[in-house]
Nanobody, 119 residues
Framework: QVQLVESGGGLVQAGDSLRLSCAAS?????MGWFRQAPGKEREFVAA????????YYADSVKGRFTISKDNAKNTMYLQMNNLKPEDTAVYYC???????????????WGQGTQVTVSS
């Protein structure tokens, strides 16, 4: 069983930065970040594998967000720079076997952390 715990959300102004963390217990192979804004579907943000450098990003966050990991701490991060009001959402980390951008393929989910960006 895999447990994921996110932290690091908050209220910031446009142009600010935040770093989200996702601490994982149990063995996972690939990790991803997703977000869901009120009234919208859950959408992919970024994903990576623990054992490789391969990363995927949504077009909307490329160049602003960076996914990284600390294998020794079993923790994944999402560094978010130049935040925009449209980045406001609940952010979830998730784990799966095969690296994918499809949220339905992820088996384990964290509880979510709120990110609010004011204009």
């Amino acid at each position: 069983q895999v447990q994921l715990v996110e932290s690091g959300g908050g209220l910031v102004q446009a142009g600010d930065s935040l770093r989200l963390s996702c601490a994982a217990s149990g063995r996972t192979f690939s990790m991803g970040w997703f977000r869901q804004a009120p009234g919208k579907e859950r959408e992919f943000v970024a994903a990576t594998r623990w054992s490789a450098s391969t990363t995927y990003y949504a077009d909307s966050v490329k160049g602003r967000f960076t996914i990284s990991k600390d294998n020794a701490k079993n923790t994944m991060y999402l560094q978010m720079n130049n935040l925009k009001p449209e980045d406001t959402a609940v952010y979830y980390c998730a784990a799966t076997q095969t690296l994918t951008t499809s949220w339905s393929s992820y088996d384990y989910w964290g509880q979510g952390t709120q990110v609010t960006v004011s204009s």
